[in-house]
């Protein structure tokens, strides 16, 4: 599943590149080539992290599509082709016995993962769009009288979330299911993991419980599910992949990108986004929060960022506090 945004999701088309259909025919589910579809606009790049976020159309379309175009980490297993007489490499540097290259190896070793958004909403656009960002020191009373009354007016579709929690859609991708209604939870694989590179593995937990929409609402009531989370992701981690409890992070985002409780396990030597101390808190340490302070999540001030046009971003800047 993808960690996206909580706006029109049930309606867009996650598109995977293969041959089943003709080019530029964008009414089909999948897709062949990107012959004929016109660049708008380069929504974000981020260099460091070896991706790019475009805006564009595809031919014979009046829609927006956004295209996230990242480079896949090395298949160890592949090496051997990479360093082989069929990569071609052209010197940019020579200085005694350092010199760089540009290596050109066989297409199906460069692969470039691929996600498609289409159609895309302007939500999606600003989502992936560069915008300036914003550290946000919310109090209770912040949340009281800025974001929980955002949150309600914008009363937010997660159908997506309850079509994988009813089976309806990725049933054949869950990796585990509780299903008890009260503590139970499914996890499956985060669009974000290729599945073939462990070091990259990024696995989400989806609650059954629809009472929690985030931080804010955790009480000693949803303890049993917060240590019924962490127990069993860790030991069907263990089984199915290999990774032990110690090379795991295992987290929950504030803000999150939707408002159904949900927790992040990855590896821990994958640099996640929102990973970071800004919107990641451990949920060893959110349980022991409650356990020491059961109001902990209703009375402590807890800091984000928004980005500049957000709409977080709007009510907190009106108010004053940025």
Known sequence: MAETDNTGLQAQKKIKLDDSNAVGDCDKSALSTFQGFQVTNVLNDKPNEKVVFLHGRFKGSDE?????????????????????????????????????????PKPELNAIKTTVIYPATQK??????????????????????ITRPHIESKAFSIQWVYNILE????????????????DGFILLPDMKWDRKQIQSLYLVAIVHHHGVKSLRD?????????????????????????????????YVHYQPSYYHF?????????????????????????????????????????????????????????AGKL
Do not use: C, W
């Not at 956004?66 to 592949?78: D, P, R, W, Y």
């Not at 109090?139 to 009281?144: G, K, L, Q, V």
């Not at 009531?221 to 989370?229: G, R, Y």
């Not at 356990?291 to 928004?306: C, M, N, P």
């Open 218 to 250: 955790l009480s000693p009531d949803h303890l049993p599910m917060l240590k019924n989370i962490l127990v069993k992701s860790q030991e069907n981690v263990q089984e199915k992949f290999g990774v032990p409890p110690s090379q795991l992070r295992i």
């Open 64 to 104: 927006d599509a956004v295209v996230i175009l990242e480079k896949t980490a090395f298949n160890k297993g592949s090496l051997g082709d990479v360093l082989s007489e069929d990569t071609r490499l052209n010197q940019t540097l020579h200085n005694d016995i350092y010199s760089t290259y540009e290596g050109f």
């Open 124 to 145: 999606h656009i600003d989502k992936y769009s560069q915008h300036e960002p914003y550290m946000v020191n919310e109090t209770a009373e912040d949340y009281r009288t």
């Open 167 to 182: 089976k309806k859609t990725e049933s054949d991708r869950i990796v585990f299911e509780d299903n008890d209604p009260k």
């Open 262 to 318: 949900h927790v992040h396990v990855t590896h821990i030597k994958y640099d996640a986004p929102g990973h970071g101390v800004e919107r990641a808190h451990l949920l060893s340490e959110v349980i022991q929060n409650i356990e020491g302070q059961a109001d902990y999540y209703q009375t402590r001030t807890l800091s984000y960022v928004v980005r500049e046009g957000d709409d977080l971003h709007k009510k907190f800047k009106e």
